[in-house]
């Protein structure tokens, strides 16, 4: 669970999610419209680093989705 919400991102037809927490420091969650979390990615040092790789993520993964 995040401590923090950096944002929450509408892309395409699904949600990128950024926050933190102290275990696992900045971190993306990607969540399909279904509700479906695909994928979550910690461990990033800032919450920018965190998004921009969400979105990396999200392009070639469910591009077309």
Do not use: C, P
């Amino acid at each position: 669970m995040y401590e923090k919400i950096y944002g929450v991102v509408h892309v395409g037809k699904n949600l990128l999610i950024v926050g933190y927490n102290k275990k696992d420091k900045w971190s993306f969650r990607v969540v399909t419209q279904e509700g479906k979390i695909v994928k979550e990615t910690t461990d990033f040092l800032t919450a920018e680093s965190a998004e921009k790789e969400g979105y990396i993520w999200i392009e070639k993964n469910l591009s077309s989705v």
